[in-house]
């Protein structure tokens, strides 16, 4: 138990970098989701371009934190004598002292309640996204006419549009 207490002593600091490194990507990413809500409502096109742009930039810090965390996650089950899937912080917490313990308990905790708020944030963004869709395909209908099929092309590509219905009358 000792051997494994000392093994576990020195990945303790690189676990708990790395589930801060989470917390703050959990952090930033709900940040990016209000920017994504705030931009359609506002139909900011430049701000949502400017948004696409950097989440695609933060996608190759997210795999290198993935990457990292992975590594660790491997450590940690060979100094706990498991297999990797079995490894996770409630098992890690029962081998700590109490001092630690309540460390790496404190950030599960944070880490907890900020991923079940980057859930509820992520259905809200889901359900706006889902309005406005559904808008939009209401405003074509109106604007091009609905002939009873759910889009505005047929199966074979050929535009079903009535194309000799007047958008607006022209005349004064």
């Known amino acids: 138990m000792n051997a494994v207490n000392q093994g576990l002593d020195t990945l303790l600091p690189e676990l708990l970098d790395v589930l801060d490194a ?4 959990v952090e930033t990413t709900l940040t990016r989701l209000d920017e ?12 949502l371009a400017a948004l696409l742009n950097t989440i695609q930039t933060e996608q190759e810090q997210a795999a290198r934190l993935d990457d990292r965390r992975d ?11 498991c297999e990797v899937g079995a490894a996770n912080l409630s098992r890690l917490c029962s081998l700590l002292p109490a001092e630690q313990r309540q460390i790496v308990q404190t950030r599960q905790r944070r880490l907890k309640t900020a991923l079940a708020e980057l859930r509820r944030q992520h259905y809200l963004t889901n359900l706006l996204l ?7 395909r209401s405003l074509l209908r109106v604007l091009v ?17 009535k194309s ?9």
């Open 71 to 81: 590594a660790v996650r491997r450590c940690l089950a060979e100094a706990m004598g």
């Open 164 to 172: 000799r219905v007047q958008l607006m009358s022209i005349r004064a």
């Open 36 to 47: 994504l809500r705030a931009a359609v409502i506002k139909r900011d096109e430049p701000a």
């Open 130 to 136: 889902r309005d406005c869709a559904r808008i939009n």
């Open 145 to 161: 006419g609905d002939e009873g099929q759910p889009g505005t092309y047929s199966p074979r590509g050929a535009n079903a549009w």
């Open 22 to 25: 989470e917390l703050r990507r």
